[in-house]
């Protein structure tokens, strides 16, 4: 990024539950070399038995998992679950009563799914690498503006499930950022990889149908499958909304 560049924070975003929908934040603190608190804490398993395939659901298979609302509290702590405005669960995730009630709801709610049954998990650190291949992504709403152009469509950003989305640059400044440090708001963050996008972000989080082909979209319109950028956080701070992202 350039001194002449500037941009601001539009949104500031957290999934609890990898695989629903996010949580809007006006403000978070970051840490060195972690990621968002409480993002992706927790996930819906599959394949607890013996000798079977382990995983995690989420859109790529599951589109109805867009249909659910997500609200944490960690003061609690205490996870509320919402289908069409109306509470369906809410239970303390971080332990076994909370975590049995919340499976209870997944066995209902995904019945009939051929990765069998679900295991609500709060995750532990070495399985929640493996969730987050780099603890931030950012995504620059001016790149889905151009997206959308191609794609002769509105997209919701929500579709590419950042954590911090910005605006004020021209499309696709942030690929230019790979192996630099920006500052956003108090924090200084890394930026160390493009995102390849996959069909989980052709579900609409509204209507959880699958209605586009986004990376189809990408590759056709502009050669890549990626949209937005991985990030370390290098520099503790906090973030808020209307914050500047600057150079370091």
Not at 229 to 234: G, I
Request: aromatic share 6%; charged share 25%; net charge positive.
């Amino acid at each position: 990024m350039s001194s002449s560049e500037s941009a601001t924070v539009q949104q500031i975003c957290r999934y609890p539950v990898k695989g629903l929908n996010a949580e809007a934040l006006e403000r978070v603190a970051l840490t060195p070399g972690e990621a968002l608190p409480d993002d992706r804490r927790f996930a819906v398993a599959y394949g607890l038995g013996t000798g079977a395939k382990r995983g995690f659901f989420d859109l790529l298979e599951e589109e109805r998992l867009a249909q659910l609302r997500v609200a944490y509290d960690p003061a609690g702590p205490t996870l509320t679950l919402s289908r069409q405005g109306r509470q369906v669960v809410s239970a303390n995730p971080t332990d076994q009563t909370g975590r049995m009630l919340l499976s209870q709801f997944f066995a209902g709610f995904l019945m009939g799914s051929r990765r069998g049954t679900p295991s609500f998990q709060e995750v532990d650190e070495r399985t929640r690498e493996s969730l987050l291949p780099s603890p931030l992504s950012i995504i620059n709403l001016a790149s889905i503006r151009d997206f959308e152009r191609v794609a002769r469509q509105p997209v919701d950003p929500r579709r590419f499930r950042g954590n911090i989305l910005i605006d004020g640059l021209p499309a696709w400044t942030e690929f230019s950022w790979i192996g630099q440090e920006i500052r956003v708001g108090a924090a200084r963050l890394r930026v160390v990889e493009r995102i390849q996008r996959c069909a989980a972000t052709n579900v609409n989080p509204d209507t959880a149908e699958r209605d586009m082909n986004i990376p189809l979209t990408l590759r056709k319109g502009f050669g890549h499958l990626d949209m937005g950028v991985y990030a370390e956080v290098v520099g503790g701070g906090t973030v808020r909304r209307g914050d500047a992202v600057a150079p370091a």
